[in-house]
């Protein structure tokens, strides 16, 4: 267990009068600079929204659930240390190709539009799928989390 993600729940559980420790723990991005970097987004108040792969969920049962409605997770900067909890409010299951300029707007990522999403997101899904020998395409489904950040360090 993270120690700073915990003391960070614990306090947001004391404040908030939450009795429950329902939560997940995870950093934005595959390294330590794009954690830090998409995090500064959502600290900002530009990041309202993520996507992932739904395939990958699928792939691994025992690994990370899919998200849902009122499900909080603690935020990691790329030092591993807990700055941030959100509250997911939106799961959209679509594919690839009918992702919107209001998705790449809320993902709050260089231009904020569908291009810049795409442009970034394709890449990035490519490279998770090819470790798995699976192709991208455009009727891959994507799992389109909108988020309120409900408290930050």
Same mark, same amino acid.
């Given at each position: 267990m993270n120690q700073s993600a915990l003391e960070l729940w614990t306090q947001f559980k004391q404040d908030q009068g939450i009795s429950h420790d329902?939560?997940? !723990? +995870?950093?934005? *991005?595959n390294?330590? @600079?794009?954690a830090d970097e998409l995090l500064a987004l959502v600290i900002q108040g530009k990041k309202t929204g993520t996507s992932s792969l739904k395939l990958l969920y699928e792939l691994e049962p025992e *690994?990370? @659930?899919?998200?849902?409605? *009122?499900? $909080?997770? !603690?935020?990691? /900067? *790329?030092?591993?240390q807990a700055q941030a909890i959100i509250?997911?409010? !939106?799961? /959209?299951?679509l594919p690839f190709s009918q992702i919107t300029e209001v998705h790449g707007y809320l993902e709050g990522e260089g231009e904020r539009n569908?291009? $810049? +999403?795409?442009k970034v997101h394709r890449p990035f899904f490519e490279q998770e799928l090819n470790e798995r020998n699976l192709p991208l395409s455009? /009727?891959?489904?994507? !799992?389109?989390?909108l988020f309120e950040v409900v408290y930050k360090r």
């Amino acid at each position: 267990m993270n120690q700073s993600a915990l003391e960070l729940w614990t306090q947001f559980k004391q404040d908030q009068g939450i009795s429950h420790d329902h939560y997940d !723990v +995870w950093a934005f *991005g595959n390294s330590p @600079q794009m954690a830090d970097e998409l995090l500064a987004l959502v600290i900002q108040g530009k990041k309202t929204g993520t996507s992932s792969l739904k395939l990958l969920y699928e792939l691994e049962p025992e *690994g990370e @659930q899919m998200p849902e409605i *009122g499900h $909080y997770s !603690v935020l990691l /900067d *790329g030092n591993d240390q807990a700055q941030a909890i959100i509250c997911t409010r !939106v799961v /959209d299951v679509l594919p690839f190709s009918q992702i919107t300029e209001v998705h790449g707007y809320l993902e709050g990522e260089g231009e904020r539009n569908l291009s $810049y +999403w795409r442009k970034v997101h394709r890449p990035f899904f490519e490279q998770e799928l090819n470790e798995r020998n699976l192709p991208l395409s455009e /009727d891959l489904l994507i !799992v389109y989390e909108l988020f309120e950040v409900v408290y930050k360090r």
